[in-house]
């Protein structure tokens, strides 16, 4: 029972009762209080007093979990994996520039991407983990992103291996040095 609704019976109980004493004390009420109100006095206090809901039996709840089982039906088997979507989008290039925490990518077609590189982003360099300090400007790279509230938020960066490099450069190595 709602406490409003417990309030109004006590409201009406008490008015009731002190209805009933003011007409004994102006003379109308003529004595003892007839069947009728004190029917209707007892109704309203046990209204009040008396709890609405029942209290389940322990026994009835035990016996009903012994019935009945939970039975969990197992769904088709999964492939594993981190359970999150598919990423929104992918993109390839050379990255431009490296910020705290973000990416400048130049894509095939010349345009420039601005991702934000978060804590959940994988950064890989020929599988291995890296920081995003070890990304450098003119590395190869491939990104899966989502879309986010201000751009891309780059999932997971991998920086692709490099052609032979020419005589005169330096490329990345293919095997993590230790």
Same mark, same amino acid.
């Given at each position: 029972? +709602?406490?409003?609704?417990?309030?109004t019976?006590?409201?009406?109980?008490?008015?009731?009762?002190? @209805?009933g004493?003011?007409?004994?004390?102006?003379?109308?009420? %003529?004595?003892?209080?007839?069947?009728?109100?004190?029917e209707?006095? +007892?109704?309203? @206090?046990?209204?009040?007093?008396?709890?609405k809901?029942?209290?389940?039996?322990?026994?009835?709840?035990t016996?009903?979990s012994e019935?009945?089982?939970?039975v969990v039906?197992?769904?088709?088997?999964g492939q594993?994996?981190? %359970?999150l979507p598919?990423?929104?989008?992918r993109?390839?290039?050379?990255? +431009?520039?490296v910020? #705290?925490?973000? @990416?400048?990518?130049r894509d095939?077609?010349?345009?420039?991407?601005?991702l934000e590189?978060?804590?959940?982003?994988?950064?890989?360099?020929?599988?291995a983990?890296?920081?995003?300090r070890?990304?450098e400007?003119? #590395?190869?790279?491939?990104?899966?992103?989502?879309? %986010?509230p %201000?751009g891309?938020?780059?999932?997971?960066?991998e920086?692709?291996p490099?052609?032979?490099?020419?005589a005169?450069?330096?490329?990345r190595?293919?095997?993590?040095?230790?």
């Amino acid at each position: 029972m +709602s406490g409003a609704r417990k309030w109004t019976f006590l409201a009406i109980g008490v008015s009731a009762l002190g @209805l009933g004493l003011s007409c004994r004390q102006d003379g109308m009420g %003529g004595g003892e209080p007839s069947a009728s109100e004190r029917e209707g006095r +007892s109704e309203v @206090l046990r209204g009040l007093m008396a709890p609405k809901e029942q209290v389940p039996d322990p026994e009835a709840l035990t016996k009903e979990s012994e019935r009945a089982p939970s039975v969990v039906t197992p769904g088709p088997p999964g492939q594993g994996g981190s %359970g999150l979507p598919e990423p929104t989008g992918r993109v390839q290039g050379r990255v +431009s520039w490296v910020g #705290d925490n973000e @990416l400048l990518i130049r894509d095939a077609a010349g345009q420039e991407r601005d991702l934000e590189v978060n804590t959940g982003t994988r950064l890989l360099v020929n599988g291995a983990p890296v920081n995003l300090r070890e990304v450098e400007e003119g #590395d190869e790279v491939r990104v899966s992103y989502d879309e %986010g509230p %201000g751009g891309w938020v780059a999932r997971q960066v991998e920086v692709l291996p490099t052609a032979e490099p020419d005589a005169g450069e330096q490329g990345r190595p293919s095997t993590p040095l230790r």
